[in-house]
């Protein structure tokens, strides 16, 4: 049977048999052939399992049908651990369930997110203890998978110290509870998992007697090679990579135990499939004390850790000068507390009872490093919690910084993640330089100092085969370096496809064992093979090469070669950039799934946050391209629905381009999706027409009475649902046709503003324009009041954000050429361009770049923003007036309102200017906590298809608006708004509104009066 009859029987076999998903397509199938390494393997199919019988199911049918399978979480290993060419086993998508907690103890599901498990258990006053740094990312299946820890494992230690027992799925599909156990007694027969004893007639007594034999399988071992074991994996109490067998001879000595949850820490997925977990908890830290010592050479602070050592910081995590540089351009507060002659820091941490305990431990740390020896040049000592977190900020963001540089070379996660002896830290950070030098490399190197686990980076194009090479001969060198200080690779992040290689060869005695641990376990090799033990002879499986031809058999031996046929050459780029430059952004993305985060502190992604499943996280589709740049994909896949389906769970938004480390262009990689299946397959009608929202807006006021007749209408709402594919439940807002023109022609506004000194040409779009002439009154009264010249040019057009949003290029394009011919001569005559809606912002800022070649095009975009920002740069240089006046409602002499602020207006800067004005105004009390995406997302949240999903992303803002105290919203986007009303009768204003009605130039009660609109009546949208 070939791969293709293979796939297609399992996906026959498995579809009726398996609650989950199981996905057999090859665009389904690309997203999961990377994680954050740099290897890359296809899988044959990936299941989503909804249960352990799913699981169970799944491995049983491969066993049977001699097919790898391969756990995965997060699918963020540095190493190629959950990548294989079997089955994939997606556990992060379903089993995110806390099941119980009580005491010190809590049982959960495999693919809970190890921070949503800490806000629970915060809750309690309690913690895991083990802290990585992507916590907000990472699940408890891949945390115990790779013995995970972080910066605070000299006090909590890593994922082995927290398992206490596992529900798992054996590689014969036999779900165990497993839990240290004895083995049996020289007296009983059938040790090995795999012989044939008699079969227990209870599954409890068939589940003890599997428990046991596995655990003899394991004590006979352990009995064998005790002292290989000890020569082999020292007990210091760094992390070894692969099994953690000394810890296991410990525990046998001990309690008579093999402690089989332990062994699963570190396994990689390669013993067993983790459903749930049972996992020992820690009381929350009473005091600790924060400080960063700074050093004049990575060698003072190499050194100044050991003499650390013996006051036991709880963390000691050691940072390069090539670190700390981008820390300080990556953050203003870095810069002010790192000085630029600092060329290592040591961040460190005591904890104790109180606060005072706390500082004397640190102050005594200090004493040490600044006394006679003076091995510190500074040390920087956090006040107060917020301060610590700022520090904190400074281990935990490193990771991401390095996934933050940008360029074909890059420091690259292959061969980080060694352990040394602590005591031979400092001689060996000097031995990695010489190596370093020796291999005309250069590196970054962060460390968790106290325990010798380094992590070291080199500088390298991953993409270049001759790059490769000496990346691979640079391991090899420092593997060496690494074994003869009687250290070991692949601590905290484990063996993978990287570094197993490495470790077979290195470390054969110890590999020897792993094999035969394995072998009681998985005699078959189901699990993850070729991982921790055994390594596949091909070596690493390094990622293909973007817009090259397909690699040959050879250089990426893994796939098979069948996975790369010759296809018909790519129709991309289709927008305004090389098909070199969307090569570079795409090759950007380095997989760190930073992206998959449902941090409060971070907004993307809105749609991965409602559904997270990888195809819907921005990754996905950076994956999707890069499968179709290496030709590993057919481009015939372009114009098929399953593309469209991965590019549609995009909706603009652009926050991910905003918080992802390295800034990768997100949206403009879905829009050269899109835009592919719109040029083969055209729009649907009802995705023509909703993106042409302009067009329907300019139609309605054509007929306005009629057209608002009509939105109030249930039949006709009902009618308009059928036709136009809008949700009859939304709120729409009135039409006005072209009242503001009319009255912008009226005020001489049409007309090139004869006024001395600055003048803007005010940038309308759709909302404004069709359905909020207060807005623009607003806008008008507030500038002018300002002492500025208005222009608005009536042959502007809509900016055409909803065409691009929908893959129509060609029809944006030209509405893009209309605006720009107007936005050129408009800048050429010295008028800055300003806009009241910010997705038109980020459509002439960022889309127009991608759409039109263009001379002028940079001038537009650089005077190009919204008024909001405009204004607040006034007020900067001390020219906005400030004549405010109280603002009042009929409820309130000081109403509350709740700012939302857009996503569009949040990208590429930390502040809201709109929101700054809007504190500047006097009886104003402001709510501007962020509540996420509104889900609005300009026409996303019109149509049928996406109401409810638009709903459920909005509704922690609809919540918040709904809340008591809460008067009413404000907000600069005409979408927000919307879902802003939805769910409540509170008006929701634009910001610019309540500017103008301060200054007391939109004067009320009455239709065009802003007290209207802060009365508590919405009245202004529409619903049946
Ligand atoms: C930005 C960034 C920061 C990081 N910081 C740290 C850090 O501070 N500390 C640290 O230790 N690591 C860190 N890592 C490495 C990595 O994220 C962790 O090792 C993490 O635990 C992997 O979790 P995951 O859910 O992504 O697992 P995956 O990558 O999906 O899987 C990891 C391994 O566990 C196995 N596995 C997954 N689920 C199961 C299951 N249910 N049953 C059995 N086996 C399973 C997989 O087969 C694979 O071998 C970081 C990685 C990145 C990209
Ligand atoms: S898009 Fe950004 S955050 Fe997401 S995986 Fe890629 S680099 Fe990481
Ligand atoms: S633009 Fe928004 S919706 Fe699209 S991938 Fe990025 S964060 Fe998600």
């Known amino acids: 049977m070939d791969r293709e009859q293979l796939r297609s029987r399992l996906d026959e076999d498995l579809r009726g048999i398996v609650a989950g998903e199981v996905l057999c397509d090859a665009e389904s199938r690309s997203l999961y052939a990377t994680d954050a390494s740099l290897c890359e393997v296809w899988p ?17 049918w491969a066993a049977e049908h001699q097919v790898p399978v391969h756990p995965r979480g997060a699918g963020t290993s540095l190493a190629g651990g959950s990548l294989g060419t079997g089955i994939v086993i997606d556990c992060g998508r379903f089993f995110r369930r806390i099941l119980r907690t009580g005491g010190d103890e809590v049982h959960v599901q495999s693919g809970v997110v190890a921070a949503q498990l800490e806000e629970h258990l915060a809750r309690a006053g309690r913690s895991l203890g083990v802290d990585p740094t992507n916590r907000w990312v990472t699940t408890i299946g891949g945390l115990i998978g790779r013995n995970s820890s972080g910066s605070r494992f000299p006090r909590h230690g890593g994922m082995s110290g927290r398992l206490e027992s596992a529900r798992v799925v054996l590689a014969d599909g036999a779900i165990v509870d497993l839990e240290p156990t004895a083995p049996a007694s020289p007296h009983q027969p059938a040790l090995r998992d795999g012989d044939t004893s008699p079969v227990p007639d209870t599954a409890a007594a068939g589940t003890a007697a599997r428990l046991t034999r596995l ?37 046998l000595d001990r309690d008579g135990l093999v402690d089989l949850p332990r062994l699963l820490c570190g396994a990689e997925g390669t013993l067993g499939i983790v459903t749930e977990a049972t996992l020992r908890t820690v009381p929350d830290d009473a005091a600790t004390a924060v400080g960063l010592f700074l050093f004049d050479s990575l060698d003072q602070a190499a050194t100044a850790a050991l003499a650390l050592r013996p006051l036991a910081p709880d963390a000691c995590d050691l940072f390069d000068k090539r670190h700390l540089t981008l820390a300080r351009t990556a953050r203003p507060a870095f810069e002010e507390l790192i000085p630029p002659v600092a060329a290592a820091g040591l961040l460190v941490e005591f904890s104790a009872a109180d606060d005072q305990a706390a500082a004397a431990r640190f102050d005594e740390a200090a004493r040490r490093l600044q006394g006679p020896r003076a091995l510190c040049i500074d040390v920087r000592r956090a006040e107060g919690e917020a301060e610590k977190a700022a520090l904190w900020e400074l281990s935990r963001s490193v990771v991401a910084t390095l996934h933050g540089v940008r360029g074909t070379v890059r420091p690259v996660p292959f061969v980080e993640d060694v352990v040394v002896p602590p005591e031979a830290v400092p001689a060996f950070v000097r031995r990695l330089q010489d190596v370093l030098k020796e291999c005309d490399l250069t590196a970054m190197l962060f460390a968790h100092a106290s325990h010798g686990q380094l992590h070291i980076r080199p500088y390298v194009d991953p993409r270049d085969p001759a790059e490769r090479l000496r990346l691979e001969r640079l391991a090899d060198a420092i593997y060496g370096e690494v ?6 690779i692949g601590g905290e992040q484990g063996l993978g496809l990287s570094r197993t290689p490495f470790f077979t060869t290195h470390f054969s005695a110890l590999a020897g064992l792993f094999t035969a641990v394995k072998r009681v376990f998985d005699p078959q090799g189901v699990l993850n093979p070729g991982l921790v033990s055994g390594v596949s002879p091909d070596g690493v499986a390094w990622r293909p090469p973007l817009g090259l031809p397909p690699p040959s058999p050879t250089t990426h031996p893994v796939a098979p070669a069948a996975a790369v046929p010759a296809f018909a050459p790519l129709p991309l780029p289709l927008l305004n950039w ?17 992206c998959r985060s449902q941090s409060p502190s971070s907004r993307m992604c809105p749609l991965y946050r409602e559904n997270p499943a990888e195809e ?20 015939a896949s372009l114009g098929q629905d399953t593309v469209r389906a991965i590019a549609d769970t995009c909706f603009n938004c652009h926050q991910c381009r905003a918080d992802c480390p390295a800034g990768v262009d997100i949206p403009a990689i879905v829009t050269e999706l899109k835009a592919a299946h719109v040029e083969i397959n055209g729009l649907d009608p009802q995705s023509w027409l909703l993106s042409r929202v302009d067009l329907l807006s300019s139609l309605g006021g054509a007929v306005a009475p009629l057209a608002n007749r009509a939105i109030a209408s249930p039949q006709a709402r009902w009618l308009i649902e059928k036709v136009l594919g809008v949700a009859r439940g939304r709120k729409l807002p009135p039409f006005t046709g072209q009242q503001v023109m009319r009255w ?14 600055p003048r803007v040409l005010y940038f309308l779009d759709t909302f404004a324009r069709f359905h909020d002439p207060l807005l623009v009154k607003a806008l008008v009264a507030v500038l002018e009041h300002n002492g500025i010249g208005v222009f608005i040019d009536p042959r502007q057009v809509s900016a055409g954000m909803p065409l691009v949003a929908a893959g129509d290029v060609a029809a944006a394009r030209r509405l893009a050429s209309t605006n720009l011919r107007v936005l050129t001569e408009a800048v050429r005559l010295g008028y800055r361009i300003i806009c009241t809606e910010p997705s038109a912002v980020t459509c002439i800022v960022h889309d127009y770049p991608l759409l039109l070649e263009d001379d002028e095009m940079e001038r537009v975009v650089a005077a190009t923003s919204d008024a909001a920002t405009f204004l607040w740069d006034l007020h900067r240089e001390g020219r906005l007036r400030l004549d405010f006046q109280p603002l009042s409602t009929l409820q309130q002499p000081a109403p509350r309102i709740l700012y939302h602020a857009p996503c569009h207006a949040r990208i590429g800067r930390d502040t809201s200017p709109a929101e700054h004005l809007l504190r500047l105004l006097p009886g104003l009390t402001l709510d501007s906590a962020d509540r996420g995406c509104s889900g609005m997302a300009g026409t996303f949240g019109l149509s049928r298809g996406n109401y409810r999903t638009s709903l459920r992303v909005g509704l922690g803002l609809v919540s918040a608006m709904r809340s008591g105290g809460i008067e009413a919203g404000a907000t600069e986007c005409s979408g927000c708004r919307i879902q802003m009303e939805q769910g409540t009768s509170k008006p929701t204003v634009h910001p610019l509104k309540l500017l103008a009605k301060s200054y007391g130039l939109l004067t009320g009660p009455g239709p065009d009066g802003l007290d209207s609109l802060l009365s508590g009546r919405s009245g202004a949208l529409t619903t049946s």
């Open 44 to 60: 044959l199919a990936v299941v989503r399992p909804r249960t352990s019988d799913d699981v169970a199911a799944t491995v049983r």
């Open 483 to 488: 074994v003869a200080v009687g250290g070991t």
């Open 215 to 251: 655990a003899s399988g394991v004590a006979e071992i352990l009995g064998a090679s005790r002292a290989q074991i000890a020569a082999s994996q020292p007990s210091t109490r760094a992390t070894h990579g692969g099994y953690q067998l000394h810890d296991l001879v410990r525990s």
């Open 578 to 594: 090389t098909a070199e430059q969307l090569s570079d952004e795409v090759d950007a993305c380095n997989g760190c799934g930073g």
């Open 616 to 635: 819907t996280s921005p990754r996905a589709k950076a994956n999707l391209m890069a499968a179709l740049l290496s030709t590993r994909l057919d481009p």
């Open 744 to 757: 912008a022609a009226r005020r001489g506004l049409t007309r090139p503003s004869r006024r001395s000194g």
